[in-house]
């Protein structure tokens, strides 16, 4: 198990900025590829963005390309997600997830392991 617990959501603005993290339990952090995706009302469970185990490889859907940015800090525990020029249509609840496949480019949610609680991410227009 690897217990995750997200933070760093709330209302924003559209054109603002938020940081979500999350945070991992336990030692075996590192061996982990760590995702996060979002859900928004009535839609399904989308991709948003995916880390490596080492931090080199970072992959993002074309919809966050070059506003949002996904690092993390393995002495910590915790994955961020950086989201810069937010839009009503990022409204969303956002999940962070590990995969235990840690390389590579995995975008389906089935693929991840362990999810975290969610945490509600709104921008206002």
């Known amino acids: 198990q690897v217990p995750l617990v997200e933070s760093g959501g709330g209302l924003v603005q559209a054109g603002g900025s938020l940081r979500l993290s999350c945070t991992a339990s336990g030692r075996t952090f590192i061996t982990y590829a760590m995702g996060w995706f979002r859900q928004a009302p009535g839609k399904e469970r989308e991709f948003v963005a995916r880390i490596t185990w080492s931090g080199a490889g970072t992959y993002y859907a074309n919809s966050v390309k070059g506003r949002f940015s996904i690092s993390r800090d393995n002495a910590k525990n915790t994955v961020y997600l950086e989201m810069n020029s937010l839009k009503p249509e990022d409204t969303a609840v956002y999940y962070c997830?590990?995969?235990?496949?840690?390389?590579?480019?995995?975008?389906?949610?089935?693929?991840?392991?362990?999810w975290g609680q969610g945490t509600q991410v709104t921008v206002s227009s």
């Open positions: 997830a590990a995969d235990s496949n840690y390389g590579g480019y995995r975008t389906a949610a089935s693929e991840y392991h362990y």
